[in-house]
């Protein structure tokens, strides 16, 4: 093996370290059910949202917590929240009809992203609150709901494009929403169509880590429910869409050791850490390094409610320097948050079976090939760098030492690399052991998953603890009711 090995090793939370160390369980329901297989746990789901409703309290703040649905699609994990207080967001047809199927009450659904005529019916007919896009889609929204004479329908204005005062950094551009310096002609659409339709307050998600960008954007809906109300709208809510992320890695140092070595190999001064010399984004342009980390920040301690916390303690320019908090509160605000990946955080486990293992070439890295294809563990597409956990196939089998290997994917296809990194496992894996990926539920279980060569794609488990054991089921199969843990 060339070198110390450079470990990734997983954060792992009580549910999902005691899982892996259910070996035996984790076997029989591979044998059963295939590789690759889902585990999902539903109860993490609601623990998590404890977490999140904890900095409301510290902060005595209202508001709701929508589940941003489309980082899963499991039933169980949104039949669980059903059983909370929680609310979701729905951002398509299937994922509505899901969510009121699972027992979630139009009060607590937001349909957001691009909408159908379809969805916009089914959302205005149920009376779900409506993330509106912009003019069009308010005029639309407005056409349905007068031709079908439906209820007035709650919406919320997603907007983006905030500065600050003084300092111009634009938050950046994105695709959904209307920008704040179109705000005047859809003021004026909503005061236009105010018998059909009820704005309640502004909305902005912004698909980046920054806090600063986050704490503008706030700001600027602080300023723009300001100009609302003082022509005479009743706003009373602001929603600040997802992204507050997750922690990943166990440790900090190793992921700093291991960035510095992987730009280490980029320039050549140390053997190569990757498939074919891939760079994450880094270059080597005649012996220096050009481009950036195209990363997830795995080792990212400030996520999910943390994040959110020091969100709402950032101060705003333009209101005297005054916390974010302090401002939602004065004014009695609603605060409303849809996080995704920050609520799956130590939700799921994804299981692959070791198919081969096959010595390297010069006695390289090994090459292990796995029943799963690149999309079904799609932590590489979100460019989240982890080491997958070993759980042998005979548990008395005696370690033998760490070992490099790749991991290979099951399509005929040389591109289907499960990650294009080396990876570094304490002990060798042999076939029929079950190499787990640990906390994939955020958009790396379901999200990617194809059919491609008629393989199948992933089922998915439940798993819950009741009186010290694991307990499972198949996750279409899971309700909320007494048998389950944690539910009543
Ligand atoms: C994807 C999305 C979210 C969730 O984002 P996370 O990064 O998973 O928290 C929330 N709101 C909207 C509108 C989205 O598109």
């Given at each position: ?24 369980l ?14 999902v ?27 941003a ?8 994990l ?91 950094v ?47 954007a706030?700001e ?71 481009g ?18 020091e969100?709402?303690?950032r ?30 955080d ?33 932590l590489e ?63 790396c ?13 992933a ?16 996750d ?13």
């Amino acid at each position: 093996m060339g070198g110390q090995p450079l470990y990734l090793a997983p954060r792992l939370g009580e549910r999902l370290r005691s899982l892996l160390e259910s070996g035996e369980l984790l076997h029989t329901l591979t044998d059963a059910l295939g590789s690759p297989l889902n585990l999902v746990v539903p109860d993490q789901l609601a623990a998590n949202l404890e977490q999140f409703r904890s900095v409301y309290r510290r902060h005595q703040l209202s508001g709701q917590v929508f589940f941003a649905h489309k980082a899963n699609r499991s039933s169980a994990l949104l039949r669980r929240l059903a059983a909370t207080d929680a609310g979701v967001d729905v951002a398509s047809l299937a994922e509505l009809q899901h969510v009121l199927g699972a027992g979630f009450t139009p009060d607590r659904v937001m349909a957001t992203g691009p909408k159908n005529p379809e969805f916009l019916w089914l959302a205005a007919r149920t009376s779900v609150t409506v993330a509106v896009d912009g003019c069009d889609e308010l005029e639309q929204l407005a056409g349905l709901v007068r031709k079908h004479a439906l209820a007035r329908v709650r919406v919320l204005l997603r907007l983006w494009g905030f500065e600050t005062s003084g300092v111009r950094v634009l938050t950046r551009r994105s695709r959904f929403g209307t920008p704040v310096s179109e705000l005047e002609p859809l003021l004026e659409a909503v005061e236009r169509h105010g018998d059909v339709v009820d704005p309640v307050g502004v909305a902005y998600h912004l698909d980046t880590t920054g806090l600063g960008e986050k704490a503008t954007a706030l700001e600027g809906c602080l300023r723009v429910l300001e100009e609302c109300r003082s022509r005479g709208l009743r706003t009373v809510a602001v929603d600040v869409g997802g992204g507050f992320g997750a922690d990943y890695l166990a440790d900090g140092e190793q992921w700093e050791r291991y960035t510095t070595e992987l730009t280490r190999a980029v320039l050549g001064t140390r053997p190569p850490l990757t498939w074919g010399g891939h760079g994450y984004g880094l270059r080597n342009e005649g012996g220096t390094l050009h481009g950036s980390l195209g990363l997830y920040p795995a080792h990212r301690p400030v996520a999910g409610p943390r994040y959110l916390d020091e969100l709402l303690t950032r101060p705003a320019v333009s209101f005297d320097g005054r916390p974010l908090a302090a401002l939602l509160l004065e004014h009695l605000y609603d605060l409303h948050i849809e996080p995704g990946r920050a609520l799956l955080d130590q939700c799921g486990l994804t299981l692959a079976k070791v198919l081969e293992v096959r010595t390297g070439e010069d006695g390289g890295e090994l090459l292990v090939r796995l029943a799963a294809k690149a999309d079904d563990v799609a932590l590489e597409e979100h460019g989240v760098l982890m080491d997958p956990v070993v759980v042998p196939r005979d548990p008395a089998r005696p370690g033998d030492g760490p070992v490099a290997v790749h991991l290979f994917g099951s399509l005929c296809l040389e591109t289907d690399l499960v990650t294009r990194r080396t990876v570094f496992l304490p002990r060798r894996p042999a076939p029929g052991d079950l190499l787990v990926f640990a906390n994939t539920a955020g958009y790396c279980m379901d999200f990617h998953a194809t059919h491609a060569q008629r393989q199948p794609v992933a089922r998915k488990v439940a798993a819950w603890q009741e009186g010290g054991a694991w307990r499972w089921c198949l996750d279409d199969q899971y309700w909320p009711i007494t048998s389950v843990g944690g539910a009543q």
